[in-house]
């Protein structure tokens, strides 16, 4: 032990050089970390575009005005194709039922003329 605190001078000089490489060492590392950390922080608000006008919340962001609109514009899309399909529909019951019907006096006018037809011919024979 007296061997190592022999040279006092020696002691204070390996303590001082010990002592400012350690200063050296953690004063990069916090510069280091320091300067990536706000790199970090910095870039993705860097690169945000900024609103020109006053900021007024969502209510008067344009994308979202022109997203509410396009939602509500398909929703009455939609609804208009369901209330047109609902109409063919019906406009196609009625167009079979006119059909039914035109049919059905059809057969009643040959008939009737059928009928007409017969007493004349009876009438002929006689």
Do not use: C
């Amino acid at each position: 032990m007296t061997v190592l605190f022999a040279d006092i001078g020696a002691v204070w000089g390996l303590l001082a050089g010990v002592g400012l490489l350690t200063f050296i060492m953690m004063r990069r590392s916090y510069g280091y970390f320091s300067k990536r950390r706000r790199k970090r922080d910095e870039q993705p608000v860097a690169l945000q575009p900024r609103p020109q006008g006053p900021w007024d919340g969502a209510q008067h962001d344009r994308m979202a005005q022109i997203d509410r609109q396009e939602v509500e514009m398909f929703d009455m899309a939609r609804e208009l194709n369901g209330q047109l399909s609902s109409r063919i529909i019906v406009l196609e019951r009625l167009i079979a039922d006119s059909q039914q019907q035109i049919d059905r006096m059809e057969l009643l006018l040959d008939k009737i003329e059928a009928a007409e037809s017969m007493p004349t011919a009876q009438s002929s024979v006689e």
